[in-house]
């Protein structure tokens, strides 16, 4: 199974390298193609079995899977690119360009007015964890069938964890995931601050924050647990962990997370 993606940037070549870290592809079967040599070459550094190509569609017709990984600007532009050489019984289309429905891509992909036949499609959201095999990827689709829902999310899966939903959920959820992932690194980022300031080195204060910030992850994972069920077993009356709680609350911090979550909907 071969797969093509086309743009090598932060998410196409995320994608890339988790594909490439990953037990589904073999390096030599992902093939990555941008307008610009130098992401290229820093893929190829990474990964010399992966073959790269500067702006040529001609062998996108070998590929099982295409990834459009550029701007959602230019996703229509592409498809006029390649829709020609696709061959639409066979081939899966996968979008990763938010904000880019399916209802866009299928109109962009119509050949005319007589001809009304689509390639399988999906609209994803993965986030950058993806190049470490960390994602938490959102799928949705039109006009695929089981098997090949099943084949999407066993991909995605193999790069952290996939979740198939009706897209008119991708933009409320894109913000708990792909937004959110900068959420959690804003954290650390500040609470770095705090240790700072508390006598922390950075790098000591980043490598407990993140230790911290996982296991707490891990833990509802496991448990199933309410996160609020969880705070309670560190929140002991008079203890320093309900001042600071306090003292968060008092700042607006759950108003602030809830208002920049919906300002990303």
């Known amino acids: 199974m071969k797969i093509t993606i086309i743009g090598g940037g932060n998410m196409g070549g995320a994608i890339a390298r988790g594909l490439a870290s990953g037990s589904i592809f073999k390096e030599s079967d992902i093939s990555v193609i941008d307008v610009s040599n130098p992401p290229l070459e820093r893929l190829k550094h990474d990964f010399p079995g992966i073959k790269t190509v500067t702006s040529n569609y001609d062998e996108i017709h070998l590929a099982d899977i295409v990834v459009l990984a550029v701007k959602p600007w230019l996703i229509e532009d592409v498809i006029l690119d390649i829709k020609f050489k696709l061959d639409y019984e066979k081939q899966i289309l996968i979008s990763i360009a938010s904000g880019v429905t399916l ?57 952290g964890k996939s979740v198939l939903i009706d897209e008119e959920k991708i933009s409320a959820c894109t913000a708990l995931t792909s937004c959110g992932i900068a959420f959690f690194f ?41 996160p609020e069920d969880e705070i309670d077993k560190v929140t002991t009356p008079g203890g320093v962990t309900i001042k600071g709680l306090n003292e968060l609350e008092a700042n607006g911090f759950s108003n602030a997370v809830i208002k920049a979550l919906k300002a990303c909907k």
């Open 103 to 159: 209802e866009n891509m299928e109109k962009s992909l119509n050949k005319s007015s007589d001809d009304f036949s689509l390639p399988a499609l999906f609209r994803i959201i993965p986030n950058t964890a993806v190049s470490i095999g960390e994602s938490m990827t959102l799928v949705a689709t039109d006009n695929a069938s089981d098997e090949q829902k099943y084949l999407v999310l066993k991909i995605f899966n193999d790069l």
């Open 186 to 226: 804003r954290y650390i980022r500040a609470a770095m601050l705090a240790g700072t300031e508390m006598g922390i080195y950075p790098k000591d204060s980043r490598e407990m924050l993140a230790y911290t910030m996982k296991g707490a992850a891990n833990l509802l994972l496991a448990t199933g647990a309410n």
